[in-house]
């Protein structure tokens, strides 16, 4: 048996499957985001006790011998512990928007360019480099606690391993991380004036380190590998390593990426490069801020259940009769392919004859448009795969398979955590079938007739957003 760890922003995951790649077993908790005032926040003491919950249960679910497990998890943020791997205070989520003024600060003076030229990294408030130098400017005493400026996965394996802090490139990729050397760029430390806690940035395993588990959640001795972080895993498990194919995932963060040998730091720094374990492979990376939060929004504003999208979708036509939403709900704006931490999302074209069904289609089609302006910022030339919990709706994926004009290979289940086994397999040097663990459920194709009807429907949403985005910088 394999077990694969998934720590969402949301959720917490773990799945077992046999030497195949089939699911034998998943379990989830559910872990709660505070929101106030633009700080997005996680208890890490929940977060860390739904992991082994999740791994407790799996694992009584599927009784026998776990022969490895891999972790991986959200990414960015800053989760600031002590040197046993316990929390200094709460976790800042990568949403988390307090840090936005410096942005814009770096954006005006030239540090933000500067940045991307260095490590092909697009800073955002939610990242590493701006909250802690928020942090070291509001909270000082936070981080003189504190023993290491940790990813999500990396809090969870140091405590499930009892072993030191460490990162690993994937994670490390944003901001410090220097894509050639694959090293911190301490002058990129510099420039954010966070010389002198330098100290905090965990040492880059490259590749990614390994572990045995000290007994919670998992049987003592369990070898166990950290990481790479949930983007990077589920290229991983749709199989997204080719270069020029991608993957799209439809979930609480709208992910496009596309698998690169290249590293073109030119042009308008948005997104990032992602390193993988293999050097001279990268993931160029544009991760909007909101994917299915956006459609959870508006269900919840209307009161229509999940249950009810596929109906609703299918009872008004593409353009929703002229309802258009520009689906940038989060509180620290976008961050790919473009960063604009003041943008807001925008309804239009709602009158008193708009219905909810309206309302939804706009939003799917407005995060549609939005993964389109993505991957094609990302490069996409091959294949294009989609996961994440927006394929549970067969009819959102042959919408988007139209305002896309391609086709997509849907991946189910708990990519993320298949995506962590194999590269646990691979760095254990224990050989899997990769094209059988990341083979698609299925492959949904565009109706002619309505994806050249959208085509046109994404000029005009790109006009739409250049507008929005002169009246955030107004």
């Given at each position: 048996?394999?077990?694969?760890?998934?720590?969402?922003?949301?959720?917490?995951?773990?799945?077992?499957?046999?030497?195949?790649?089939?699911?034998?077993?998943?379990?989830?908790?559910?872990?709660?985001?505070?929101?106030?005032?633009?700080?997005?926040?996680?208890?890490?003491?929940?977060?860390?006790?739904?992991?082994?919950?999740?791994?407790?249960?799996?694992?009584?679910?599927?009784?026998?011998?776990?022969?490895?497990?891999?972790?991986?998890?959200?990414?960015?943020?800053?989760?600031?512990?002590?040197?046993?791997?316990?929390?200094?205070?709460?976790?800042?989520?990568?949403?988390?928007?307090?840090?936005?003024?410096?942005?814009?600060?770096?954006?005006?003076?030239?540090?933000?360019?500067?940045?991307?030229?260095?490590?092909?990294?697009?800073?955002?408030?939610?990242?590493?480099?701006?909250?802690?130098?928020?942090?070291?400017?509001?909270?000082?005493?936070?981080?003189?606690?504190?023993?290491?400026?940790?990813?999500?996965?990396?809090?969870?394996?140091?405590?499930?391993?009892?072993?030191?802090?460490?990162?690993?490139?994937?994670?490390?990729?944003?901001?410090?991380?220097?894509?050639?050397?694959?090293?911190?760029?301490?002058?990129?430390?510099?420039?954010?004036?966070?010389?002198?806690?330098?100290?905090?940035?965990?040492?880059?395993?490259?590749?990614?380190?390994?572990?045995?588990?000290?007994?919670?959640?998992?049987?003592?001795?369990?070898?166990?590998?950290?990481?790479?972080?949930?983007?990077?895993?589920?290229?991983?498990?749709?199989?997204?390593?080719?270069?020029?194919?991608?993957?799209?995932?439809?979930?609480?963060?709208?992910?496009?990426?596309?698998?690169?040998?290249?590293?073109?730091?030119?042009?308008?720094?948005?997104?990032?490069?992602?390193?993988?374990?293999?050097?001279?492979?990268?993931?160029?990376?544009?991760?909007?801020?909101?994917?299915?939060?956006?459609?959870?929004?508006?269900?919840?504003?209307?009161?229509?259940?999940?249950?009810?999208?596929?109906?609703?979708?299918?009872?008004?036509?593409?353009?929703?009769?002229?309802?258009?939403?520009?689906?940038?709900?989060?509180?620290?704006?976008?961050?790919?392919?473009f960063v604009e931490p003041r943008l807001r999302a925008e309804l239009t074209g709602v009158s008193l004859e708009?219905?909810?069904?309206?309302?939804?289609?706009?939003?799917?089609?407005?995060?549609?448009?939005?993964?389109?302006?993505?991957?094609?910022?990302?490069?996409?030339?091959?294949?294009?795969?989609?996961?994440?919990?927006?394929?549970?709706?067969?009819?959102?994926?042959?919408?988007?398979?139209?305002?896309?004009?391609?086709?997509?290979?849907?991946?189910?289940?708990?990519?993320?955590?298949?995506?962590?086994?194999?590269?646990?397999?691979?760095?254990?040097?224990?050989?899997?079938?990769?094209?059988?663990?990341?083979?698609?459920?299925?492959?949904?194709?565009?109706?002619?007739?309505?994806?050249?009807?959208?085509?046109?429907?994404?000029?005009?949403?790109?006009?739409?957003?250049?507008?929005?985005?002169?009246?955030?910088?107004?």
């Open positions: 048996m394999y077990v694969g760890i998934d720590v969402g922003t949301s959720t917490v995951k773990a799945a077992a499957f046999d030497s195949g790649g089939r699911e034998l077993a998943v379990a989830s908790r559910p872990v709660g985001l505070a929101l106030h005032g633009g700080f997005v926040e996680q208890d890490m003491e929940e977060v860390y006790g739904a992991v082994v919950a999740v791994l407790d249960e799996v694992t009584s679910r599927v009784p026998g011998p776990v022969g490895l497990a891999g972790l991986t998890g959200q990414g960015d943020g800053v989760w600031l512990v002590d040197a046993d791997g316990r929390p200094v205070r709460p976790a800042a989520s990568w949403m988390d928007g307090r840090a936005h003024e410096l942005v814009d600060r770096w954006m005006a003076d030239g540090t933000f360019e500067t940045v991307f030229r260095r490590t092909g990294s697009a800073m955002f408030p939610g990242c590493p480099g701006p909250l802690l130098a928020w942090l070291d400017s509001h909270e000082p005493k936070a981080l003189d606690a504190a023993a290491a400026a940790l990813y999500c996965k990396d809090m969870v394996f140091q405590r499930l391993t009892g072993t030191g802090a460490t990162t690993d490139v994937s994670d490390a990729s944003m901001p410090f991380l220097d894509p050639r050397t694959r090293s911190y760029d301490n002058g990129v430390v510099e420039l954010l004036g966070l010389t002198h806690r330098r100290g905090l940035l965990p040492p880059v395993g490259d590749p990614v380190a390994t572990a045995s588990t000290r007994g919670e959640g998992l049987p003592p001795g369990t070898r166990i590998a950290n990481g790479p972080y949930d983007l990077p895993a589920c290229a991983l498990g749709a199989g997204v390593t080719s270069p020029g194919d991608g993957l799209l995932i439809v979930g609480t963060c709208l992910a496009s990426l596309v698998a690169t040998t290249d590293l073109d730091l030119t042009g308008e720094p948005a997104g990032l490069y992602i390193s993988t374990d293999r050097p001279g492979h990268r993931l160029r990376a544009m991760p909007a801020m909101v994917g299915t939060a956006a459609l959870d929004w508006v269900l919840s504003t209307t009161g229509v259940r999940h249950e009810e999208v596929d109906g609703l979708l299918a009872e008004t036509p593409p353009g929703a009769h002229g309802v258009r939403v520009l689906p940038y709900f989060a509180p620290s704006g976008e961050r790919a392919p708009s219905t909810p069904a309206d309302l939804i289609r706009a939003t799917c089609e407005g995060i549609g448009y939005a993964a389109r302006h993505c991957l094609a910022a990302a490069g996409l030339t091959g294949t294009l795969a989609v996961c994440g919990g927006g394929t549970r709706s067969p009819a959102w994926m042959r919408l988007l398979a139209d305002v896309l004009g391609r086709p997509l290979r849907v991946v189910e289940g708990e990519v993320g955590a298949r995506g962590a086994v194999l590269a646990a397999a691979e760095r254990y040097g224990e050989a899997l079938d990769t094209e059988a663990w990341t083979r698609p459920t299925a492959v949904v194709e565009p109706d002619a007739a309505r994806a050249a009807y959208y085509a046109e429907g994404y000029e005009e949403h790109l006009i739409r957003l250049s507008e929005a985005r002169a009246r955030a910088r107004a």
